[in-house]
């Protein structure tokens, strides 16, 4: 069974750039949720979506943005990037709704804002 | 609010040494999911247990054991004769109820665990 899937796994990005990651869930998880790591904040949640709604979203910019599809496949995006968006970008996916699901993590994707 | 506080940033031990990892929550919540995840070196988050708020058994699985206790809002982390390959960065979450049944886990700030040979 294939895991959760994330591209680019490797990015560098300039100042003012934008930039779209994204993530293939397990098959049949419907709810996928992003976070960001950094040396400094730690593990910080960003957003959660099930069925392309988003479900919860975390206290980030209205920079990050993030969507779903139909084929639960996710797609994050951050515009006018920052050196502080230098982070890796984690994608998880889960079968399970609500607070007990395990959540399934990709490798992430490593930006680097320049 | 929701807190996860792990105290110990690094810990280095000799290998077929016992190291526990401790963590402490804070939530106003009753009902609440506690996790741990190891992160090995390649990035992604593996999960190693959930355990529920009103299950307070302690759980064993071969060398690794966790103690929850709601009296301290503790979970702990004991890894027993540890190897070289525990060597991750370890995460403890708190996971509570959300709008629309959204899930959202709060992280502790990890414990980087180096077992040296």
């Known amino acids: 069974k294939a895991g959760v899937t994330q591209t680019p796994r490797y990015l560098i990005k300039t100042r003012g750039q934008q930039v779209t990651l994204s993530c293939s869930p397990i098959?049949?998880?419907?709810?996928v949720s992003w976070y960001q790591q950094t040396p400094g904040q730690g593990l910080q949640f960003l957003f959660e979506?099930?069925?392309?709604?988003?479900?919860n979203k975390g206290n980030f910019p209205g920079r990050f943005s993030g969507r779903q599809f139909s084929n639960s496949r996710s797609e994050m995006n951050v515009s006018t990037l920052e050196l502080g968006d230098s982070a890796l970008y984690l994608c998880?996916?889960?079968?399970?709704?609500?607070?007990?699901?395990?959540?399934?993590f990709g490798e992430g994707s490593r930006l680097t804002v320049l | 609010a929701q807190k996860v506080t792990q105290a110990q940033t690094e810990i280095s031990v000799v290998e077929k040494e016992d190291v526990t990892l401790d963590c402490v929550y804070e939530?106003?919540?009753?009902?609440?999911?506690l996790f741990w995840y190891k992160q090995p070196p390649s990035g992604e988050l593996v999960f190693l247990i959930r355990?529920?708020?009103?299950?307070?058994q302690n759980e064993i699985s071969g060398r690794y054991s966790w103690n929850f206790q709601k009296s301290t809002s503790s979970f702990n982390f004991t890894i027993t004769a540890s190897q070289v390959v525990d060597s991750a960065v370890y995460f403890c979450a708190l996971s509570e109820a959300q709008d629309q049944g959204a899930q959202k886990l709060v992280f502790g700030q990890g414990t980087r665990l180096t077992i040296n040979p």
């Open positions: 098959s049949g998880h419907r709810s």
């Open positions: 998880a996916s889960s079968l399970s709704t609500g607070i007990g699901g395990e959540l399934f």
């Open positions: 355990r529920n708020s009103f299950d307070e």
């Open positions: 979506y099930f069925s392309e709604t988003q479900r």
């Open positions: 939530t106003r919540d009753t009902t609440y999911y």
